[in-house]
């Protein structure tokens, strides 16, 4: 296929997995490999909330994006596919989606009504990422039930199955499934053989479609807390993102563990016209895998946002998170923050057969 095809019908490839799985990581790393080979690509994140740090990162890294806020994909089907149209404006060969962490039932809420736009674009097979760590956790006799719900039946529906972190993790969790793979995005290994097989048109998208109880599922996400927050910081004197964030991030630790609230995923980037740090951990107690510059020179302006999912009432979480952002003794203008339970979702189509690969004119 040559180039001009490539841009007038570009793939579309779905990325899930579970809360800190790696998702965001390895559509970064994915997007540069496609640059070394000469096509272009664009990114939709996508959250329960607003105000997302994965977005900022994109920004900060050049990178074409767009996000569907307020809900998952399936219950904002309209919106991603609006997204999806808007971002061709930038001729993408390749635009990668990456729905919320805790979601399931993709097959048949967003691929299977995907594949009615097959004159417009290619969908590619569904991903599935794993860490193995989080496995190791989540498929034991002792795991939290609605965080094993969730997480068991993402492996259900997935086109392909990737372990990430396969640069720290040797001793993988036994998980019964035809399309396994190892890839990680810290050393590069196995992202290119990924992006060729998913781009193949070998593994068909959507094959899998749930048998899934929506009451349960429900459940399963009210119990997770979600916290979106932006703020402004405005210091005395000139502080660095590292100053920011180390203390930031221990403080929430050891307040968090005190009150017996479970760390899932927490994200958080601090960005100056000096430079950013972006932080990410998915345990409570657990060293940050840390990105950007360690070293940037101190600011009189900085911009924090937080993305917390963790185990406990939005009423505590809440009130912990702003307890230790007025501990930072800092003047901040412009604070943004929600923290609710995730409402029942309610998927704008769901399709329970395949349908044909056929082309079918439909104007998204």
């Not at 390749?94 to 993709?106: L, Q």
């Not at 991903?127 to 795991?143: I, K, M, Q, S, Y």
């Not at 807390?225 to 993102?241: A, D, F, G």
Request: glycine residues 6%; proline residues 5%; contains cysteine.
């Amino acid at each position: 296929m040559n180039q001009s095809e490539l841009h007038s019908k570009p793939w579309i490839i779905v990325v899930g997995g579970f809360l800190g799985a790696g998702k965001t990581t390895l559509l970064f790393a994915a997007a540069k490999e496609l640059e070394r080979r000469g096509l272009r690509s664009a990114v939709i994140l996508n959250d329960q909330g607003v105000a997302l740090v994965d977005t900022e990162y994109a920004s900060i890294h050049g990178l074409q994006r767009g996000e569907v806020t307020g809900g998952c994909f399936c219950c904002k089907l309209s919106d991603l596919i609006h997204v999806m149209d808007d971002l061709r404006k930038f001729s993408p060969d390749v635009i990668f989606a990456e729905p919320v962490g805790s979601c399931t039932d993709i097959s048949a809420t967003i691929l299977q009504p995907l594949r009615e736009y097959s004159a417009t674009y290619r969908l590619a097979p569904f991903t599935v990422l794993v860490d193995p760590e989080r496995a190791r956790e989540l498929l034991g006799d002792d795991a939290e039930q609605n965080l094993k719900f969730l997480f068991t039946k993402q492996l259900e529906e997935a086109d392909l199955i990737c372990f990430t972190k396969s640069d720290m993790n040797s001793d993988l969790p036994a998980i019964e499934f035809p399309n396994v793979r190892q890839i990680s995005a810290k050393s590069l290994q196995g992202i290119a053989a990924w992006l060729d097989e998913v781009l193949s048109g070998t593994i068909s998208a959507g094959s899998q479609i749930l048998d899934i109880d929506y009451k349960q599922y429900a459940l399963a996400e009210a119990a997770l807390v979600w916290l979106n927050l932006q703020v402004t910081l405005r210091p005395e004197t000139l502080i660095s993102p590292a100053m920011v964030m180390g203390p930031l991030l221990d403080n929430l630790n050891t307040d968090f563990t005190a009150a017996a609230i479970s760390i899932v995923h927490l994200k958080a980037i601090v960005s100056s016209p000096e430079g950013f740090l972006k932080a990410a951990i998915c345990a409570n107690g657990q060293e940050p895998i840390v990105e950007g510059d360690l070293n940037a020179s101190p600011s009189s302006i900085l911009n924090l946002l937080i993305n917390l999912r963790a185990l406990g009432t939005a009423t505590e979480v809440r009130e912990i998170v702003e307890k230790n952002l007025a501990k930072m003794n800092i003047y901040f203008t412009d604070v943004q923050i929600s923290c609710f339970h995730p409402a029942a979702p309610k998927p704008e189509r769901r399709i329970t057969e395949r349908k044909s690969d056929a082309p079918v004119s439909i104007q998204a």
